[in-house]
């Protein structure tokens, strides 16, 4: 199925969509973005995208950019053009199209593309068979993580370098040892206790849309869950480790750095009881919200 694009008011096949040299998200990475997942054609977390692309938008101080609805319109349309049932919807928010100069433009539109792609989400129920491994690398991105801006490359480099060692994720750390996040994706970890583990909403993390659908899930499933800093050598022997993102939706990690997650346990350097039954309660949550079956 060929993937299909919206820019600025026109669909078209995604090979012929482009945006002038001039954008401000090209030259600046002055844009924010949301990535949603589509299950069967209806959207996960739908409003929970859209609220956190607004607030990216009134923190960059871009004004004029479709309101919910319409955005909501124009993805239903794309969608329906695109003739896909699964896959990954795509938004950004550029401040628009100016002669280079870092200073904001007076009087410039905002540049809305959305991009419409297959995805196979079932590749993600195998992974999560077997797990998935990560290496820890330095966080090297700017000080605004909370911000899902285009500006990726430390994402990038680190995805990158993540892929060069045969690992799926990079676990960033900071200076002081503490673990903010991976590169796409919010790491959590199970104490022995069964207490959840994920950094709390600050500068340092992106406040995910599938990490604040997990936590909701497992509170009401009665799980202890601790929105706090843990450090690389508290993951280096916790019972489990799992991370979470819209494309993941959830999947444990059984390699951290070469070694099994777990050593020790029964379940070292395999999926963790705890992840297991997490990701059984997302995905009922994503049957729930879009009547999709894996
Ligand atoms: C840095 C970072 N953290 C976490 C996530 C997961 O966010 P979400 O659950 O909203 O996909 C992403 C997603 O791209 C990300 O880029």
């Not at 923190?59 to 049932?85: D, M, N, S, V």
């Not at 433009?105 to 989400?121: E, I």
Request: with cysteine; charged share 20%.
């Amino acid at each position: 199925m060929p993937a299909f694009a919206y820019v600025n008011g026109r669909y078209l096949p995604l090979a012929h969509a482009s945006l002038p040299v001039e954008d401000r998200g090209t030259q600046f990475a002055d844009a924010v973005y949301e990535v949603i997942a589509m299950f069967g054609s209806q959207p996960l977390d739908w409003r929970a995208h859209c609220w956190r692309l607004r607030r990216g938008l009134a923190a960059l101080f871009i004004a004029g950019a479709p309101e919910e609805p319409a955005l909501a319109h124009i993805a239903k349309t794309l969608w329906r053009r695109a003739r896909l049932e699964d896959g990954l919807l795509y938004i950004q928010v550029s401040r628009g199209t100016a002669r280079r100069d870092h200073g904001f433009p007076a009087n410039t539109a905002p540049n809305l593309v959305m991009t419409a792609r297959a995805f196979d989400f079932r590749q993600r129920l195998r992974q999560q068979q077997t797990g998935v491994a990560v290496v820890s690398l330095p966080d090297q991105r700017w000080q605004r993580c909370d911000l899902k801006t285009t500006g990726l490359l430390g994402a990038v480099l680190g995805k990158a370098e993540a892929r060069r060692l045969g690992a799926f994720e990079a676990m960033f750390y900071r200076e002081d040892g503490t673990v903010t996040e991976g590169a796409s994706t919010n790491m959590w970890l199970v104490e022995p206790s069964g207490t959840l583990v994920t950094h709390p909403l600050s500068a340092h993390i992106l406040p995910g849309v599938m990490r604040e659908t997990v936590l909701r899930l497992a509170r009401d499933a009665q799980f202890t869950v601790a929105e706090r800093p843990f450090t690389l050598a508290q993951a280096r022997t916790a019972p489990e480790l799992f991370l979470t993102s819209t494309t993941g939706p959830l999947l444990p990690i059984t390699r951290l750095d070469g070694r099994p997650v777990g050593t020790g346990t029964a379940h070292a350097g395999i999926p963790g009881p705890t992840a297991t039954r997490l990701a059984t309660l997302l995905w009922n949550e994503i049957t729930r919200q879009t009547g999709w079956h894996p």
